[in-house]
């Protein structure tokens, strides 16, 4: 393969589909969101093994096809397949005039038609530092945001997770 061959297909492109797809979320990240926003009660993405609440939607259930208002419910939570971000943010702008928080953990890929269409100008987009995903190897090689979807929330900025987060003894 050639260097400008190389270049096409690099990252993403190169293997996608190809990496895991159900990485959990690590603790240490979700105190300090829960520390920032409040308790999560519900995961829009999960299964038995990865949920950070009692309640959520798994795989099986297809969580792109459920009613996201979901009354009783605060903060919702979404880690979601990265493979495909679009329906799913698309699926959290829907839900953004609620008098509740969404929140969604992407790479942060602010040059995409995604990010364009569902992102800028209708949630807050916080860029955070990289992670390490619960079960994996090492950090995840992308910059991640953490994305608020909810009635007159919209903006840009940085968030510091690591220095919100809950000092543990």
Same mark, same amino acid.
């Given at each position: 393969?050639?260097?400008?061959?190389?270049?096409?297909?690099?990252?993403?492109?190169?293997?996608?589909?190809?990496?895991? !797809? $159900? *990485?959990?979320? /690590?603790?240490?990240?979700? %105190?300090?969101?829960?520390?920032? +926003?409040?308790? #999560?009660?519900?995961?829009?993405?999960?299964?038995?093994?990865?949920?950070?609440?009692?309640?959520?939607?798994?795989?099986?259930?297809?969580?792109?096809? !459920? $009613? *996201?208002?979901? /009354?009783?419910?605060?903060? %919702?939570?979404?880690?979601?397949? +990265?493979?495909? #971000?679009?329906?799913?943010?698309?699926?959290?702008?829907?839900?953004?005039?609620?008098?509740?928080?969404?929140?969604?953990?992407?790479?942060?890929?602010?040059?995409?038609?995604?990010?364009?269409?569902?992102?800028?100008?209708?949630?807050?987009?916080?860029?955070?530092?990289?992670?390490?995903?619960?079960?994996?190897?090492?950090?995840?090689?992308?910059?991640?945001?953490?994305?608020?979807?909810?009635?007159?929330?919209?903006?840009?900025?940085?968030?510091?997770?690591?220095?919100?987060?809950?000092?543990?003894?």
């Amino acid at each position: 393969m050639s260097e400008v061959e190389s270049i096409k297909r690099s990252g993403a492109a190169m293997h996608r589909g190809a990496s895991r !797809q $159900d *990485w959990g979320t /690590p603790p240490e990240f979700l %105190a300090a969101v829960e520390a920032r +926003f409040g308790v #999560i009660d519900f995961d829009l993405a999960a299964s038995h093994q990865n949920s950070v609440a009692d309640r959520f939607f798994s795989e099986q259930e297809n969580s792109l096809v !459920q $009613d *996201w208002t979901l /009354p009783h419910v605060g903060i %919702a939570w979404c880690n979601p397949p +990265f493979a495909d #971000i679009r329906p799913w943010a698309a699926k959290c702008e829907s839900v953004r005039n609620l008098p509740r928080w969404t929140l969604l953990l992407v790479p942060a890929s602010m040059g995409s038609l995604w990010w364009r269409d569902h992102v800028i100008g209708k949630c807050q987009a916080d860029g955070i530092p990289r992670i390490k995903f619960v079960g994996a190897s090492e950090m995840y090689p992308k910059d991640l945001a953490c994305l608020c979807y909810g009635f007159g929330v919209a903006g840009h900025g940085f968030w510091d997770w690591r220095a919100a987060c809950p000092k543990q003894p």
